[in-house]
């Protein structure tokens, strides 16, 4: 198992940096289970990537922490940062996107409406433009997400409703074959599950494409 999957472990809880490809419900908990010398169902999940997207992830070692975590999540006190790469450039560079999402459960797709009915749910998210480039002769742009809701493929759908599809995500839109869907954990805020002292992780992206176009700090 590769160390840098594991960023940190306590005996309450511990932070992982997802590989790209790997699921959550059975391959992602084998692997950390591998890692820490300990049974796969020890581990609690709090929240979940898609198998494209990587990232920084929280899991629950205890009972008690899982409770607490979860409820951190409820209650928007658990904070989720993205980086994305989209097609277009999203104008304002900076602003809210502020949508009502219904999800299809047959097609496993999130579509944007414009109509409350059952079933749809409110989805916001705050984003940034950070650095733009032409990536196949195609204008694109790194952007900073950060999640107010948590809705099924809530990033992707609200992209791609206005135009902007992630990269590699042909799913909703996306041209580009040559990546997987351009999204990425990469921060994770939340209070300790035992001592509520604030704690903060963060991790970059792999550098391959269309990561490896954007210099980073």
Same mark, same amino acid.
């Given at each position: 198992?590769?160390?840098?999957?594991?960023?940190?472990?306590?005996?309450?809880?511990?932070?992982?940096?997802?590989?790209?490809?790997?699921?959550?419900?059975?391959?992602?908990?084998?692997?950390?289970?591998?890692?820490?010398?300990?049974?796969?169902?020890?581990?609690?999940?709090?929240?979940? $990537? #898609?198998?494209? *997207?990587?990232?920084?992830? !929280?899991?629950?070692?205890? @009972?008690? &922490?899982?409770?607490?975590?979860?409820?951190?999540?409820?209650?928007?006190?658990?904070?989720?940062?993205?980086?994305?790469?989209?097609?277009?450039?999203?104008?304002?560079?900076?602003?809210?996107?502020?949508?009502?999402?219904?999800?299809?459960?047959?097609?496993?797709?999130?579509?944007?409406?414009?109509?409350?009915?059952?079933?749809?749910?409110?989805?916001? $998210? #705050?984003?940034? *433009?950070?650095?733009?480039? !032409?990536?196949?002769?195609? @204008?694109? &742009?790194?952007?900073?997400?950060?999640?107010?809701?948590?809705?099924?493929?809530?990033?992707?759908?609200?992209?791609?409703?206005?135009?902007?599809?992630?990269?590699?995500?042909?799913?909703?839109?996306?041209?580009?074959?040559?990546?997987?869907?351009?999204?990425?954990?990469?921060?994770?805020?939340?209070?300790?599950?035992?001592?509520?002292?604030?704690?903060?992780?963060?991790?970059?992206?792999?550098?391959?494409?269309?990561?490896?176009?954007? @210099?980073?700090?």
């Amino acid at each position: 198992m590769d160390e840098s999957v594991i960023l940190h472990a306590e005996r309450s809880f511990l932070v992982c940096r997802k590989p790209v490809g790997v699921e959550c419900e059975h391959e992602l908990p084998a692997l950390l289970a591998e890692g820490m010398k300990c049974k796969v169902d020890s581990l609690y999940c709090i929240h979940r $990537l #898609d198998r494209a *997207v990587g990232g920084v992830m !929280v899991w629950a070692r205890t @009972p008690r &922490a899982a409770a607490e975590l979860s409820r951190q999540v409820q209650e928007k006190a658990l904070k989720k940062t993205y980086f994305a790469v989209c097609s277009g450039i999203p104008t304002p560079d900076t602003g809210e996107m502020r949508d009502l999402l219904f999800k299809d459960s047959v097609k496993q797709k999130s579509f944007a409406v414009i109509s409350p009915r059952r079933g749809v749910k409110e989805a916001l $998210l #705050d984003y940034r *433009v950070l650095q733009t480039d !032409v990536l196949n002769d195609s @204008p694109a &742009a790194l952007v900073r997400v950060t999640l107010r809701t948590g809705r099924f493929h809530q990033i992707r759908c609200q992209f791609a409703s206005r135009g902007h599809p992630l990269l590699g995500d042909g799913k909703y839109g996306s041209r580009e074959r040559g990546c997987t869907t351009a999204l990425w954990s990469c921060r994770l805020a939340f209070f300790h599950p035992e001592t509520h002292a604030p704690l903060v992780f963060e991790a970059a992206p792999p550098r391959v494409f269309p990561w490896d176009r954007f @210099p980073w700090n």
